[in-house]
């Protein structure tokens, strides 16, 4: 692996999260990302936020139907 790779990889999360949410008739929408969890988080501790932090973004998802979610350790 390159530095520059070496550089990104670092900068990423532990993990890695995708949460599809819809609202249906209406609109269907999925957010992905990586973060690092605090060593008392816990699965649904991260759910709750992504959530909260989607629905101060976009309000109208917070009614929204839960169609996926992911919480994976990011490496291979």
């Not at 999360?13 to 060593?39: C, E, F, I, K, N």
């Not at 101060?56 to 992911?70: D, L, Y």
Request: glycine share 6%.
């Amino acid at each position: 692996m390159s530095t520059a790779q070496e550089l990104v990889v670092a900068q990423q999360g532990s993990h890695q999260y995708v949460l599809t949410l819809d609202l249906p008739g209406r609109a269907v929408s999925t957010w992905t990302g990586t973060l690092t969890p605090g060593t008392r988080d816990t699965r649904h501790d991260i759910y709750l936020w992504l959530r909260d932090q989607i629905t101060t973004e976009t309000p109208a998802f917070a009614q929204g139907n839960v169609v996926f979610f992911s919480l994976e350790p990011n490496h291979l």
